[in-house]
């Protein structure tokens, strides 16, 4: 099938990549043209394991191109995707729809034949509708299905997941544009990955609805984390004791700093606002984003807590700056909020992460960015584990320890024994678990 991704971002290069593996010819759009020259060039924009071969293979079969011309793309292509972004709106939480239309409107001034128009971008009940509208108004006589498509993968993981999916949704309001939809995931089909055909309204909002519930998972185990610190109990073990049952499963309890990245925190808030202008309030998804909002800031808050009295010109330095590991993905990560507090204390801050500091130099201006884990410890008072990149769960920890002003390791993602840190000859702070007897 000939495939057009409008949209070259986390999502837009992952979808186009694999579309083109699985034999359609495709050909990603995008408006930054730095982005296009350098996928020309072989570059590719963004961190993702293993993309920059799969690119590579299918651009040399021939079935993967890249344009800023989206006019050209769109000639001719019988599913087009749109897959830009839909930030959260300046000031209100809503989601900014105005890329997903702006793109609709060109994709209809383009259209030169029947093609499926497909939103893998995140967007809120009732945009398909709305899209549907823009181009029947703009290309009266081509005929058009508009489909709803919503993208599950994973920053880090994103190949596997997009090839490997749990399941794939589309929501479609004809068959014949399910049945399109059918031929683009044949491959996937053919593998017996579940496809679910909804309603367009329905698909839209199954997004949501997962997003919102992973996150409410994610706070859950954070709230969990904080109740075992005030009684003595180890959320890890609270984790496995509850996750081993399979009602509950055993992903999204590891207890953190909060979540952040480019979708948790915008769809929560913007499921919100749809659920606002329903009259069907999400009381719980409220609580969650109240609680994580909270969670970032108060990690900020035990970082200082374990400078002891006078954090004031004291150091930090934070390992692990992504909102997770594998991705150079630097949105909404926590690692900002924790800077801010650190900072807004008068505490001096290093960072090291081993694939986003070209993305967190703009978002933390005045932290001191280092080459290495153990350069931006050395002379320290407190090394935070921010994110667990494997670099950073096989540290030389009595290496790090003897090069630290004060040696102690506040490990957010619980990535250490706090027994093996002890012993290491640093003072152990983690997230829900008792400190180690005897320890310092
Ligand atoms: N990143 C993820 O892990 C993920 C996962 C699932 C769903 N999503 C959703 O997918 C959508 C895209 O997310 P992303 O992270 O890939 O965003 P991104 O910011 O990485 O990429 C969006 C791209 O769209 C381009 N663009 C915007 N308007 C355009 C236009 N009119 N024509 C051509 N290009 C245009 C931008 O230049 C940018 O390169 C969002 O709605 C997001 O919520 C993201």
Not at 144 to 149: A, Q, Y
Not at 364 to 393: C, F, K, Q
Request: include cysteine; aromatic fraction near 6%.
């Amino acid at each position: 099938m000939r495939i057009a991704i409008i949209g070259t971002g986390y999502v837009g290069l992952v979808s186009g990549a694999c579309f083109s593996d699985f034999g359609h010819d495709v050909v990603c759009v995008d408006k930054d043209m730095a982005k296009i020259a350098a996928l020309e060039r072989g570059v590719m924009p963004i961190f993702e394991p293993g993309l920059d071969r799969l690119v590579a293979r299918n651009v040399e079969d021939g079935r993967l191109t890249f344009t800023t011309d989206l006019a050209r793309a769109v000639d001719g292509a019988e599913a087009i995707f749109i897959a830009v972004g839909t930030p959260s709106r300046r000031g209100d939480g809503h989601a900014d729809l105005s890329y997903v239309y702006s793109a609709a409107r060109e994709i209809a001034g383009a259209l030169t034949g029947r093609a499926v128009i497909v939103t893998k971008s995140t967007v809120p009940v009732g945009t398909g509708d709305e899209v549907e509208r823009i181009v029947r108004e703009a290309a009266p006589g081509v005929d058009t299905w508009v489909v709803s498509n919503p993208e599950f993968l994973r920053e880090g993981a994103a190949i596997e997941d997009f090839k490997h999916p749990d399941r794939i949704v589309v929501g479609a309001e004809d068959e014949r544009a399910a049945e399109a939809m059918r031929e683009v995931y044949r491959p996937l089909y053919l593998n017996k990955a579940p496809l679910l055909v909804t309603t367009r309204r329905t698909a839209e909002l199954t997004k949501y609805a997962a997003n919102a519930f992973l996150a409410t998972k994610i706070t859950f185990i954070n709230e969990i984390a904080d109740l075992c610190e005030a009684v003595g109990a180890d959320v890890q073990d609270v984790s496995r004791g509850i996750g081993l049952d399979r009602r509950i499963g055993s992903k999204f309890l590891h207890a953190g700093p909060g979540y952040g990245g480019s979708c948790f925190p915008k769809d929560t808030l913007a499921l919100l606002k749809t659920a606002e202008d329903s009259q069907a309030p999400l009381r719980i998804v409220e609580a969650v984003v109240k609680v994580n909002d909270a969670r970032k800031r108060a990690m900020g808050r035990k970082v200082i807590r374990a400078l002891g009295d006078e954090p004031r010109g004291k150091t930090v330095a934070l390992l692990g700056l992504t909102f997770k590991p594998n991705t150079d993905d630097m949105r909404a990560a926590p690692s900002i909020s924790i800077v801010q507090a650190l900072e807004d204390a008068g505490v001096n801050v290093r960072g090291y992460d081993p694939e986003g500091m070209e993305q967190a130099r703009p978002l933390m201006p005045h932290v001191d960015l280092r080459d290495s884990p153990y350069d931006a410890a050395t002379g320290a008072d407190a090394v935070v584990i921010v994110t667990e990149w494997d670099v950073l769960r096989a540290l030389d920890l009595r290496r790090i320890a003897a090069s630290m002003a004060t040696p102690v390791l506040i490990d957010l993602r619980n990535v250490y024994p706090p027994e093996e840190v002890t012993a290491a000859g640093l003072r152990w702070h983690g997230v829900g678990k008792p400190a180690p007897t005897g320890s310092p």
